[in-house]
């Protein structure tokens, strides 16, 4: 299966995150390596995903210039 991109409305910068798509969109998403100190990744990663399910449908992937790049499932 090939990646998919969605197109952000604003320039944000480079980096892994986790996304929340809703009716084709990005609605949210939470870089995964802003995780405060004092938290476990482990609990960082529930709770943002979480969060994000929320909103739609959660996906990993990139941020690139302009767009946000799911993993291939």
Known sequence: M???S????LPFPSGKVWAAIR???VADMVYMD???PDVPF???R????????KVGTVKAG???PGA??????
């Open 68 to 73: 946000f790049i799911a993993r291939a499932d």
């Open 46 to 53: 529930h709770l943002s995903r979480a969060r994000l399910a």
């Open 42 to 44: 482990h609990s960082y």
């Open 34 to 36: 802003r995780c405060p």
């Open 23 to 25: 009716h084709g969109e």
């Open 62 to 64: 990139e941020v690139v």
């Open 2 to 4: 090939s990646a998919q």
């Open 6 to 9: 969605f197109p952000l409305p």
